[in-house]
Every structure is written in C-alpha cells, then in structure tokens.
C-alpha cells in the first residue's frame, strides 16, 4: 500500500506527479489561500507524510493526532511554524529547505536596503500623486548606502550571502552571532562585536538570526534607543524578532530614521497596523525567497525530502 501525503498548497503538477510514483497523494488545490484548519487536523490523521508552508502552525495538538505520520516537510528554511520538542516525541521527521534560497534573500534584503536609505517607494509615490513639480536640492534626500557601516546580527548563510554584497558597496561590516565565525571574519575582514556595539555603531542594521525563544523581541525599546538617529533597521528574518510596538515608537519619535520589512509578528499584517502608516518605513508581503527558480527548486526540494523520509532515506535537510 502506498504511503499517503498531503499538500497543504497547490503546487506544480511535476511536484505531484513525482510524489503520485510513491504515494497517495491529496493535495488544498488553493494558491492564495491556506488550508483551513479543521481540514488540516481531519487530513493528519490518516497520513504518513505532510508537505506544509510557514501559513500551516503544525503544533502538539496537530502532531498529537497524526498517529500514522512520519515526515512533515517544511517548505521554508525556518521551522518556528512548527513544534520540534513534540515532532521529535513522537518520531516525527522535521526536514526544510535551507541554502537554495540564500541568494535569492539576500538579493531582497539588500533591494530592501537600497530601497529605504534611498526612499524608492515614497519617491514613485511622490510622482505618481501628482507631486513632483520641480528639482530642489534636498527634495526626498535619503541615506548613503557605498561606504557606509552594516551590522549583521545572525551570520548564517544569508548572513555571508549579504556581507558579499555589501563589499561590493565598500562597506564597513560588523557582525553578531551567537558563535564567532573565524574563517568569515578571515575571508571577508568582518568584525564580530557584541550586539549593544552593533547597534550603536551601524548606520545598518541588518536582522537574519533565526527565531527562537531566546531571540523573540531581540531588538526592542533598549536597544533601538542604542541606535543612531540616522541609522536604518533592515528586518528578512521573522517578525517577531523585533518588538513591533517599540519600533513603531520609535520611529515616530524619530529616534532611527527608517525600517524595511519583509516580515511581521502576525501575518498577513493587518491595513490597520501603525507600522503601515509611518512614511519612513518600507514594507513588503514576506517574499525574501520569491524569484520562480527558487520558489520552484523549494518545492523540489520539499518534495525529495519528503519522498526520502517516507522511504527510510536520509532527507537532504532535516531538522529532526
């Protein structure tokens, strides 16, 4: 008998038709829209492998349920959606797909910068609205990106991926990791510093450590307040890393002079959010990875790791 899996998104019909040669597969037919939840807690019950996103919380009630199943596959290089201490109680495989989107995030999270120091879309906006009637010599002046100070706090590969690209822009790099990076700081000249001197010294401060219990709200009213007042926070990493209502806070009161989102506490982010309205922040839907080779090579990858797992292979990530 084959082993059943279940999609909880629709992907490509290569993706299911690879899995479709081991497995039983079923698959939430939507794009845009995640698997309800009660749907979700019906279909892990009776499957031996699950193929899941960021948008699916895969928590102890869930895992306590799936009496059959063996692998979740998580489409993300992050793994905070879903319960480890519990997956591995229950012998429950946890795989992800780290490395094929290196790049493609820190393209993003460099655009991000460039796009906020020098206020790309308040411009567009500016000349869209009617607005521009003139040149002035301080009209919608931003901040210098080439030859400026980064700080890296979380220096994993999107981490290196970034340092490349801000030596191409002749900058000064620091960086804060929860363990020095000797051959980092070797090849690149990067300079490992604590996180108070990180902050006070970047005009950058770039957020890509993972999310964990011990970096939730990392960044929050103390340490924005060691922040220059010209300097520029730069979060791909996950939202809840930075204390949303204390960056608000302060950048209202001026205290930072701009952020670039990609990513929030609660997602989708509400309209209402007061982040949203503040003109010296930039924010995106969550789409570090999103080019269509990666996004595609993702589903690949969940798809071969999910296969191998239910097959007693070694998965070519796995977390547990």
């Not at 909880?8 to 081991?22: A, D, F, H, M």
């Not at 929860?178 to 090849?187: D, G």
Request: net charge negative; charged share 25%.
């Amino acid at each position: 008998m084959k082993p059943k899996v279940f999609i909880t998104r629709k992907v490509s019909e290569e993706i299911t038709q690879k899995l479709g040669e081991v497995c039983e597969v079923e698959m939430w037919e939507e794009e845009d829209t995640p698997v309800p939840r009660d749907i979700l807690e019906e279909k892990i019950k009776e499957v031996d492998g699950l193929l899941c996103l960021l948008t699916e919380t895969i928590d102890k009630e869930l895992l306590t349920q799936a009496k059959h199943l063996k692998v979740v596959s998580n489409m993300a290089v992050g793994y905070d959606n879903i319960d480890i201490e519990v997956a591995n109680q229950q012998g429950v495989m946890v795989t992800n797909t780290p490395g094929i989107l290196t790049e493609t995030t820190a393209d993003l999270t460099f655009a991000l910068l460039m796009a906020t120091a020098r206020r790309i879309v308040e411009a567009s906006d500016y000349l869209h609205q009617g607005e521009w009637k003139t040149w002035s010599p301080m009209q919608l002046t931003g901040q210098d990106v080439f030859g400026a100070t980064i700080g890296i706090v979380g220096m994993g590969r999107i981490g290196e991926a970034v340092v490349k690209r801000a030596k191409g822009f002749g900058m000064d790099i620091l960086y804060h990791n929860r363990s020095r990076k000797l051959e980092t700081e070797k090849q690149y000249g990067v300079i490992y510093v604590e996180l108070d001197h990180l902050l006070r010294e970047s005009d950058f401060v770039v957020i890509l450590t993972p999310y964990t219990s011990e970096t939730k709200n990392l960044i929050a009213q103390r340490e924005l307040a060691l922040m220059k007042e010209t300097a520029i926070l730069i979060n791909t990493a996950r939202g809840g890393i930075v204390d949303e209502k204390a960056l608000y806070q302060a950048l209202k009161g001026n205290e930072i002079w701009a952020a670039g989102l990609d990513v929030f506490e609660k997602e989708p982010v509400s309209l209402q959010k007061q982040l949203l309205t503040l003109p010296n922040v930039v924010t995106l839907p969550h789409i570090g990875s999103a080019s269509i080779n990666t996004r595609i090579r993702m589903a690949q990858m969940a798809a071969v790791n999910l296969l191998n797992g239910l097959t007693n292979k070694s998965p070519v990530y796995s977390v547990v």
